[in-house]
């Protein structure tokens, strides 16, 4: 089945769809292929000249130097809609607009990012077996693949897409799981082919400190300018100095949080791997810490919540970071360069030869 449309998609959200899809479209580019890349659904409008789009394909367009003729619009956008719930009642099946995709006649291939997860689209005809169908387009997943029960994710997904499904990335692999030993063979003999096994990334996960402060609602006390630095791991300054000591050591490139009234634990902070303490409570931190944070170049964030709150916001920043940073989208080339079959991609694609 050959088709010039190749839908990126996963079975939840925030699996490494959007990195995926600018990481095939890097290694195709590589092989002299035109490409195209279209978001049907997208999240918020951030464009709409010459052609709407959200965050992400404002990314990959300028990522991938694509011209305009070269992107499909985006044609829902889901905050769009939020805004005006009352509207929903009235949303109608885009299928004619999807069609349209098929008149962008430059790119030789064209890469689609699919909503966040199997069902997501479906008001408006745009989920992604629906589109698949329109479009005659190959899917591939992408599924961060923390254990081994994947596998059910993967053959119900199986189960919707068919014989479209030409295959799977798996995301973000611990060292520890069995994947390549027990999953990968087990999918293999259920006729869901493995494109790659991309492991899991410290860089990929981290997050900006201005990120962090955004989410937080933060005050910057401290090294406004140094708001870019990336932070791969959360501690909780809640134990005696000695004990934090010895805990900090272990981090990398930690954000700390602690109780605004902790200096013992704020300064043992400064002094190991850390990028940002974050304090919780109502009291500035001393001039000695805020003297040697600004000595180490290290920005403290005061945040108005108490310290679970401040966690919990952390971690689900942790959990929704996005591709930003040129740092990340350099490493995600070579990542993809090593990890992924591209060969077996094509193959199964049935991709035209490029023209370029």
Known sequence: MTSRFLFIGSTQA??????????????????????????????????????????????????????????????????????????????????????SYRNLTVPDLMLLEAPANLSEGHLFGLGLAHMAAV?????????????????????????????????????AVPADQPVQEILVPMLEQRGIPVLGVLPRSRLLRSVPVGELAHHLQAQVVCCPERMDLLVEHLSIGAMSVNAALDYFRQGVNMVVITGSGRTD?????????????????????????????????????????????????????????????????????????????????????GSPCPSG
């Not at 005659?136 to 599924?143: N, P, S």
């Not at 500035?284 to 310290?307: C, F, G, K, Y």
């Open 14 to 99: 925030y699996s490494g769809k959007s990195t995926a899809t600018l990481g095939i479209a890097q290694q195709l580019q590589a092989r002299h292929y035109r490409i195209g890349y279209g978001k049907p659904v997208g999240t918020e409008r951030v464009t709409s000249d010459p052609v709407p789009l959200d965050a992400d394909g404002q990314l990959a367009a300028q990522v991938l130097k694509l011209p305009p003729d070269c992107l499909a619009p985006t044609l829902v956008f889901w905050e769009d809609w939020l805004k005006q719930p009352d509207l929903l009642p009235q949303a109608t099946p885009l299928t004619a607009a999807l069609e």
């Open 135 to 171: 479009l005659e387009a190959g899917v591939v997943l992408v599924v961060r693949c923390q254990s081994l029960l994947v596998l059910d994710e993967l053959l119900m997904a199986q189960a919707h897409l068919g014989e479209r499904l030409r295959g799977v990335l798996l995301n």
């Open 265 to 349: 634990i704020q300064l043992a902070a400064l002094e190991a791997s850390t990028q940002c303490l974050v304090l919780t409570g109502p009291n500035p931190p001393s001039p000695m810490v805020l003297s040697r944070a600004e000595e180490m170049e290290i920005p403290i964030l005061m945040v108005d919540m108490d310290t679970l709150t401040a966690v919990e916001t952390i971690e689900r920043t942790f959990e929704q970071v996005r591709l930003r940073e040129p740092v990340k989208i350099q490493y995600v080339q070579q990542m993809m360069a090593q990890y992924l079959d591209m060969e077996r991609l094509l193959s199964g694609w």
